[in-house]
C-alpha cells in the first residue's frame, strides 16, 4: 500500500468512530416521530458501526457457512495488515 493510501486510511481509522458518535448523537437528539424511520436511521447507523469495526477492528466478512467460526478467531481486517506492512 503506498504510504500516501496508508495516512488517508489512518486519518480515517480516527474520524470514522467520531462521526459515528456524531450521529447518534444527532439521532437522539432530533430522534424521529416515526417508528418505521426511526428503525431505519437506527439499523443505518447499525451497519456504520459493524462496517468500521470489519475494517479496523475484527474481520466479519466470511461466507455463511464459515461465519461463525471465522469470527471466532478475531483475525486482523485485511486492511489492518496492509497499514502495518506500509510502516515498514
Known sequence: MPST????YRVFQI????????GLIGV?????DDVWVTILVLAV???????????FAIRLSYPASEWLAKVRQQRLPRLVKDLRLADH
Open 45 to 55: 447507523w447499525a451497519f456504520g458501526v459493524v462496517e468500521y469495526l470489519n475494517y
Open 15 to 22: 474520524i470514522d468512530p467520531l462521526l459515528l458518535i456524531a
Open 28 to 32: 437522539l437528539v432530533w430522534w424521529p
Open 5 to 8: 493510501l496508508a495516512r488517508l
